[in-house]
């Protein structure tokens, strides 16, 4: 599909939107009002909206985020729209304590909180609506869908089981509403950027709501030979079975396509000499497609003033295929050939889990408690098939990263990787929020996990199996001194399955972690603005680490620890006026290894970053606009894992240079119907990199680019 097809087609499905959503309580009127309710804006691209949220649905409490005993950060609509942020990568840099961790060359997100990131087939510890959402094989995520994003700072293990203690994600997707209206969005930019969306909603008659959201993007990109297409349908609904009983339904279905890119690669330690647009794999691979299906279905009823029943069922499927051919190794003696590898993926998972929840809010003598009773059960299924080509042959598929000539003959790839992974869990927890007095509040929780996983090897025959099982507490205190100020801690444990085996067979033990944290919130009389500094020490233990008894296999013996002070601070400053902004500082080092450098930094995690984003509204005759900026700063970040005896030897270390980036946000509201709107990212066109996994795979980002777009309703 060439430029111009694109464009009509991304101009023919139209789509993007993004509302604030409700409470389904709140948002079903009676059956009378159902008809009547005036037109009102909740859909499109929002302004004079809010950056501070007051609730955290991931936290499974209605207790308010000021009183809750945990540093979370919710990014709101209004934010991710000010961003002008069309995928969850966007927005990423302006929270603290988040750091951007290795992509698979541009095929799924993956960050770093509080310095932990997960594992490499799992990636970061993330929930779509409190459901895994990052098993298996996930397509960077679209934001047309997305009401918010709600980092969960801290161990999730007592609530949701196997995750990463530095914290957790949890998207939630836009719900149906009961109020008729429409939005449809379009936006060209730098790169060939075009990009469309849609977002509808309103009742089926008195009983029945839905929502709809669609988008279509296409993008030449910065990198030579590096461009893609998404295309993401979504549509949810919710049935009113009676007044005490609602049924909602969320669909999501995404396609991404494009060349897999490690990037570029260094000279020496030092990155520039190869430019940041060349593409060192081979056009002739094509692109590699990235394939999502999601559903939930989610019934709720109250059983009475005090009591609610939820159950909820969660099917997603991921599938990746597509030939890519990708830098090996180190530059030859020359500084300049780089052998390269020829692969061909096959990736499929499946992933079925189910929850039944019993929530009670009730008084014991003087104690007002808020009881969250649970059970969990999935099924995750993941096949692996990989072909691959030797790099060591005699006639390597070597290229000039200086002088790169494309077009040689592509070797055909052989058979590496055929594996089948099977999962199995089952768990059950309890969480009680309990109001001690007007100025204490406590939380404890605690999660037992029941895990089985099977690991068939396809080429060898050879099957391992592990059955372990996790307890996972968390204890949590705020003192409320006063009605604006909060001070809090909180403890607790979690884990995580390694995947793979032994030099003899055996799977590894899983993943263990410590947290504490501690810390200070404010919060604004009339709520409109609030910031949380928590400071924190974690200790992850039994992370693989090479075997020095057997070359080419790894054992669980490896920690690592991270520690620092993060800060987050949104709201209103005025009328006109409001502002995001971050701070963090992390120290993330290696405490025992086999063969890494041991208090070595950990990949990709700066000890400092920073952000802000500040937008003014105003209004001239009839319309309204908006003008505003951010900036971001992220440190200097280890690009690729120190070994012991390279340090022992002097050896420099591979750093990704520290780099600050601005960006200029505007809109125009013509009526209010019809708004335009101006994003220029990376203002002062920097050469930056976000992430690498070693110097032959080191991520630029962008240059500048200008993006314009039309919002429109009916």
Known sequence: MNRLQRGQFCAAVALALSPVSQPLAAQAPSAESATVLPSVEVVGRQQSGTYHAEEASGTKTELPLRELPQAVRVMSRQTLDDLGAARVDDALDYVGGVSRQNHFGGLWDNIA????????????????????????????????????IEFLKGPAAALYGSTEPGGTLNIVTKRPLWQAAHSIEGY??????????LDSTGPIGKDVAYRLNIAAESRDGFRDFVDSDRFLFAPALTWRLSASTRLDYSGEWLRHRTPLDRGVVAIGTTLGA????????????????????????????????????????SYKTGKVQGFSTEAQAALEADQRT????????????????????????????????????????????????????????????????????????????????????????????????????????????????????????????????????????????????????TLFANAGKSFRPNSGTNAGG?????????????????????????????????????????DPANAGFSIAAGEVVSKGIDADFSGQLSRA??????????????????????????????????????????????????????????????????????????????????????????????????RFSLDIDNLFDKTYYTNSFQRTWVAPGSPRAITLGMQAKF
């Open 506 to 546: 055996r799977a590894f033990d899983p993943e263990e972690g410590d947290a504490i944290e501690s810390g200070l919130k404010w919060e604004r009389a009339d709520k409109s603005m609030g910031g949380t500094v928590a400071v924190f020490h974690i200790r992850k233990e039994n992370v693989l680490t090479a």
């Open 577 to 674: 006026w409001r502002l995001n902004a971050s701070f963090t500082y992390n120290e993330a080092y290696v405490e025992r290894d086999n063969t890494l450098e041991v208090g070595g930094r950990l990949l990709n995690v700066p000890r400092v970053n920073a952000s802000i984003l500040l937008l003014y509204e105003g209004v001239v005759g009839d319309a309204r606009f908006g003008l505003g900026g951010g900036l971001t700063h992220t440190g200097k970040r280890l690009g690729e894992a120190r070994t012991q005896t390279q340090a022992a030897a002097g050896a420099q270390a591979f750093d990704l240079p520290a780099y600050t980036l601005a960006k200029i946000v505007a809109y125009w509201r013509a009526s209010s119907r019809l």
């Open 113 to 148: 909180i509080r310095g932990l990131a997960g594992d490499i087939n799992n990636g970061m510890s993330l929930l779509r609506n409190g459901f895994s959402g990052n098993r298996g094989f996930n397509a960077p995520r679209d934001t047309a869908n997305v009401e918010r």
């Open 338 to 485: 780089l052998r390269r590898q020829r692969r061909f993926r096959d990736y499929d998972s499946d992933d079925l889990a189910v929850q039944g929840e019993l929530v009670g809010r009730f008084k014991a003598g003087r104690l007002e408690h808020e009881l969250t009773l649970g059970s969990e059960a999935y099924r995750f299924d993941m096949d692996q098939l990989m072909l691959r080509v030797n790099p060591s042959l005699a006639s390597p598929y070597a290229i000039d990263v200086l002088q790169p000539v494309y077009g040689q003959a592509q070797p055909l790839p052989l058979p590496n990787t055929n594996t089948h992974e099977e999962q199995r869990n089952i768990a059950f927890y309890v969480q009680d929020v309990v109001k001690l007095g007007p100025q204490w509040r406590l939380l404890a929780g605690i999660r037992h996990d029941r895990y089985q996983q099977d690991l068939l090897n396809r080429r060898t025959g050879l099957s391992t199996a592990q059955e372990p099982s996790a307890t996972s507490p968390r204890l949590g205190l705020s003192y409320l001194p006063t009605a604006q100020w």
């Open 188 to 197: 060209v930019g730098s790169f060939g950027l075009m990009r469309g969306a």
């Open 274 to 313: 190869v430019s940041r647009e060349r593409f060192l794999g081979e056009p002739a691979d094509g692109k590699v497609t990235v394939e999502n299906q999601s559903h939930q279905v989610v019934l709720e009823h109250d059983l009475s003033e005090r009591w609610t029943g939820r159950f909820a069922l």
